[in-house]
């Protein structure tokens, strides 16, 4: 239901956003995050090489780790000789060098150290190569049929790619642990005591207003890459940069169509005018079920002249019969804009409702009798 939302809303809106901004870098994206929809997209299924947004896969695992209780922010990991031998960005660790998760995750979403990356990864999976096929299995999950992994930095090695549609689901499935924006966004900090410092990779963490992250990549093959996010009155967004030829145009079009979506876009949380009314249940263990509204399909992404005007109309049956399950379909609210639907969103039952039962009937039978005389 929620794909098909997001698809519906896509359909809808895409038409009056394609040619609204212009990019430069061959590929891109822009997504809003709570619906999934994409809102901007340039040969957005392009394979390139994504350089250090690999490590948005590394986090989203790393996360899913800690989530899960395999480990903890102040788990200790031991730097392996095979974590300290990674090239590129850094913080030199040395080998048997002991730091927590906490500390590691901030290196690598301020400065993008590899070596912490590789760390990381071993602690999840026992071994990078292993922590690798975790990250192609992920990738599948998520539908990024674009991809292929075979580290967990971003290093440069042959059949290493993703494209810009795909980074931009495994982004917005990080951004749902809400915990990765305490690292994302911080500019400034140091760790060691203060002896080793990091300033933030990611350019619009100081200079673009409401910015949550996300991740830089580059090197001399895949040139300048970016997952950037930034979240203003309640809606995120994420816009996707592959190939763009200089850093700082890497960051003048992330912001171009952060600020377009922004300033066109309104997310909205369908919610019931008054309270919902229960429906009568034929045969039920007891005599009603709530609706609910399905919180899959209330988030509603409009453009903001539509937002100004939305009306709602609910359809609920005058009964339905046991059993019910909690979450089956029971009506729709349908929301709509100068004169057109823009959702119909489920109503669903919010509990369940067994049928009763012939003892259950007889007793009840017996109880009415029993009053009534």
């Given at each position: 239901?929620?794909?098909?939302?997001?698809?519906?809303?896509?359909?809808?809106?895409?038409?009056?956003?394609?040619?609204?901004?212009?990019?430069?870098?061959?590929s891109?994206?822009?997504?809003?995050?709570?619906?999934?929809?994409?809102?901007?997209?340039?040969?957005?299924?392009?394979?390139?090489?994504?350089?250090?947004?690999?490590?948005?896969m590394?986090?989203?695992?790393?996360?899913?780790?800690?989530?899960?209780?395999?480990?903890?922010?102040?788990?200790?990991?031991?730097?392996?000789?095979?974590?300290?031998?990674?090239?590129?960005?850094?913080?030199?660790?040395?080998?048997?060098?002991?730091?927590?998760?906490?500390?590691?995750?901030?290196?690598?979403?301020?400065?993008?150290?590899?070596?912490?990356?590789?760390?990381l990864?071993?602690?999840?999976?026992?071994?990078?190569?292993?922590?690798?096929?975790?990250?192609?299995?992920?990738?599948?999950?998520?539908?990024?049929?674009?991809?292929?992994?075979?580290?967990?930095?971003?290093?440069?090695?042959?059949?290493?790619?993703?494209?810009?549609?795909?980074?931009?689901?495994?982004?917005?499935?990080?951004?749902?642990?809400?915990?990765?924006?305490n690292?994302?966004?911080?500019?400034?900090?140091?760790?060691?005591?203060?002896?080793?410092?990091?300033?933030?990779?990611?350019?619009?963490?100081?200079?673009?207003d409401?910015?949550?992250?996300?991740?830089?990549?580059?090197?001399?093959?895949?040139?300048?890459?970016?997952?950037?996010?930034?979240?203003r009155?309640?809606?995120?967004l994420?816009?996707v940069?592959?190939k763009?030829?200089?850093?700082?145009?890497?960051?003048?079009?992330?912001?171009?169509?952060?600020?377009?979506?922004?300033?066109?876009?309104?997310?909205?949380?369908?919610?019931?005018?008054?309270?919902?009314?229960?429906?009568?249940?034929?045969?039920?263990?007891?005599?009603?079920?709530?609706?609910?509204?399905?919180?899959?399909?209330?988030?509603?992404?409009?453009?903001?002249?539509?937002?100004?005007d939305?009306?709602?109309?609910?359809?609920?049956?005058?009964?339905?019969?046991?059993?019910?399950?909690?979450?089956?379909?029971?009506?729709?609210?349908?929301?709509?804009?100068?004169?057109?639907?823009?959702?119909?969103?489920?109503?669903?039952?919010?509990?369940?409702?067994?049928?009763?039962?012939?003892?259950?009937?007889?007793?009840?039978?017996?109880?009415m009798?029993?009053?009534?005389?």
């Amino acid at each position: 239901m929620k794909k098909l939302f997001a698809f519906l809303c896509a359909v809808a809106l895409l038409a009056t956003t394609a040619g609204a901004v212009e990019v430069s870098a061959p590929s891109a994206v822009l997504m809003e995050k709570e619906t999934g929809t994409i809102l901007y997209e340039k040969d957005a299924h392009a394979v390139l090489e994504p350089a250090s947004v690999t490590k948005v896969m590394t986090l989203l695992l790393t996360m899913e780790a800690i989530d899960s209780g395999l480990l903890s922010y102040d788990t200790v990991i031991t730097a392996s000789a095979h974590a300290c031998s990674m090239g590129g960005s850094q913080i030199w660790l040395e080998e048997g060098e002991q730091m927590t998760v906490e500390e590691m995750l901030k290196a690598v979403c301020v400065v993008s150290a590899n070596d912490c990356a590789v760390a990381l990864a071993e602690a999840v999976a026992g071994s990078e190569d292993a922590f690798v096929e975790k990250m192609n299995q992920r990738a599948a999950e998520l539908g990024m049929a674009d991809t292929v992994f075979c580290n967990a930095t971003g290093l440069p090695q042959e059949g290493h790619v993703t494209s810009a549609y795909d980074i931009a689901l495994m982004s917005r499935e990080l951004l749902h642990h809400p915990q990765i924006r305490n690292y994302t966004t911080i500019w400034m900090d140091s760790l060691r005591g203060g002896e080793t410092e990091l300033v933030n990779t990611n350019r619009l963490i100081r200079f673009y207003d409401g910015a949550t992250g996300l991740k830089t990549g580059f090197t001399d093959t895949a040139l300048y890459c970016l997952s950037g996010s930034a979240e203003r009155d309640g809606m995120e967004l994420i816009a996707v940069i592959l190939k763009s030829p200089t850093s700082s145009q890497r960051f003048a079009d992330a912001q171009a169509l952060l600020s377009s979506g922004f300033s066109t876009y309104t997310l909205l949380h369908v919610t019931p005018d008054s309270p919902l009314p229960p429906v009568p249940v034929k045969l039920g263990a007891q005599a009603t079920v709530q609706p609910v509204v399905s919180q899959e399909a209330s988030a509603l992404l409009l453009e903001k002249a539509q937002a100004v005007d939305v009306t709602q109309e609910v359809e609920l049956p005058p009964a339905v019969s046991a059993p019910v399950k909690a979450g089956d379909p029971l009506g729709t609210l349908t929301a709509s804009s100068g004169g057109g639907i823009v959702a119909r969103v489920p109503l669903l039952a919010g509990e369940t409702v067994e049928r009763i039962t012939f003892g259950q009937m007889l007793t009840e039978i017996l109880r009415m009798g029993l009053f009534c005389a």
